[in-house]
């Protein structure tokens, strides 16, 4: 499954790219982007595991960039 959010809060693109790679290594995430510039972070997961998968990926947001926040759109 394929959706968008809305990440907000991240300081600089380098920060940005580190969060990329740490949503990377979650399991049952298949592709973790984010665009700094933009704000928005497109995720492919296992649509099965959504609601575990998506409290990994809250977990290691709030663990690389305690500030950020992120909504579905």
């Known amino acids: 499954m394929k959706s968008t959010f809305k990440i ?7 920060c940005a790219a580190q969060l990329e790679n740490a949503l990377n ?3 049952g995430v298949q592709n973790a982007s984010i665009s700094f510039m933009s704000e928005r972070m ?16 809250r977990k290691v947001i709030k663990k690389e960039e305690p500030d950020a926040t992120l909504e579905e759109i």
């Open 8 to 14: 907000k809060g991240i300081d600089c693109a380098n």
């Open 25 to 27: 290594k979650v399991e």
């Open 42 to 57: 497109v995720l492919e997961y296992d649509e099965q595991n959504k609601e575990e998968v998506m409290k990994k990926i």
